[in-house]
């Protein structure tokens, strides 16, 4: 679908999507203040997975959010700071290992637990939960009590479920259900267990007709089935991503996936409140999830494909970070532009 030359072919779909997703990118306008466009905080790193919120969060600065935000295990918030100082990593996620014997004894709550995050929900425009996350008993209740604040925040919270967080929402689908500000990213075996876990056929042999029956039965999350190519859903519509990528499988490419779709989402809460003259022909919100969707589909597979024409057989996720900002240019480029300064 692409060349190696940067001339990307694609679908007249694909091409009208794109132009939509184009619709949802704020200019770069001297008026606005820091944070205006974009408050993305990433929950997730423990002690074994440093890498993967700091792929996502800074996929999320790369594409163009003001703030990116790390919320992780104490044990894991030396190593990420150490990446970048970019990015504002705070260790306030919890696990066993990192709460004190008393709080061991008192068995505190979700909510306890949760609560320097949820303090937090009125300074963010979007919550990625998941990448590093691990499945400790302790960091889990926390998620799932942030799950919950961010849903019934005044307005709600969008996030991107991913990794572990997917984990969760398999054991327990209703703490998503019915939330239309949510994307689920899961791969083909996810999909499949969240499928089984909803009481759904597996061998419906359509993918296509399954993921949106999927995001049907979850009343309206947008479902991104991750693959050869990009099943995506909202219950509603559905469309297919099916920009070329690399040839290499390397782990932590689903983190710029994850990041991408952050800022996007940023984006479109700030569509929707007319930051800018967005003009006259209005998307719908079950139309911009969709789109946001598509948008951050299409840039990671953009990034794995410049990044594997690059590095090839020794392509890491890293070097799909430093294509971000190309990729957005060669697909979706600036809405207005920018001076020569």
């Known amino acids: 679908m692409s060349s190696d030359s940067g001339q990307i072919k694609m679908s007249a779909a694909s091409r009208a999507m794109l132009s939509k997703v184009k619709k949802l990118v704020p200019p770069m306008l001297e008026k606005f203040h820091k944070g205006q466009l974009g408050r993305v905080a990433v929950i997730g790193g423990s002690a074994d997975y440093t890498g993967a919120p700091y792929f996502s969060a800074m996929a999320s600065a790369r594409l163009g959010c003001d703030l990116s935000y790390v919320f992780c295990e104490p044990s894991a918030a030396q190593t990420i700071k150490s990446y970048s100082p970019n990015l504002m990593v705070s260790p306030i996620l919890r696990s066993t ?51 919950t604040a961010a849903r019934k925040h005044d307005p709600p919270v969008p996030m991107v479920l991913d990794a572990d967080a997917l984990w969760l929402v398999q054991t327990d689908p209703d703490l998503i259900k019915g939330h239309k500000e949510c994307i689920l990213t899961p791969n083909v075996v996810e999909f499949g267990r969240l499928a089984k876990a909803l009481g759904m056929d597996q061998n419906q042999g359509d993918p296509e007709k399954a993921c949106q029956e999927v995001s049907k039965v979850l009343g309206g999350v947008c479902i991104i089935q991750k693959g050869p190519v990009d099943y995506i859903s909202q219950g509603i519509d559905t469309t297919i991503s099916d920009f070329q990528g690399g040839l290499k499988r390397a782990g932590g490419q689903g983190d710029t996936l994850t990041g991408s779709l952050g800022t996007f989402l940023a984006w479109r809460e700030l569509y929707h409140e007319d930051l800018w003259d967005v003009g006259p022909e209005r998307m719908s919100r079950e139309e911009t999830l969709l789109v946001v969707a598509f948008g951050g589909s299409a840039i990671t597979r953009e990034c794995s494909r410049r990044a594997f024409a690059k590095r090839q057989r020794s392509l890491q996720a890293s070097d799909l970070t430093e294509e971000v900002h190309n990729s957005f240019l060669a697909l979706i480029g600036e809405p207005v532009e920018l001076p020569n300064l």
């Open 97 to 147: 290992a990192s709460i004190s014997q008393a709080q061991k004894d008192k068995e505190p709550s979700g909510e306890e637990l949760a609560q320097p995050i949820i303090d937090m929900l009125p300074r963010l425009h979007v919550l990625v939960i998941g990448p590093g996350l691990g499945r400790d008993v302790v960091t889990q209740k926390q998620v799932k009590a942030v799950i």
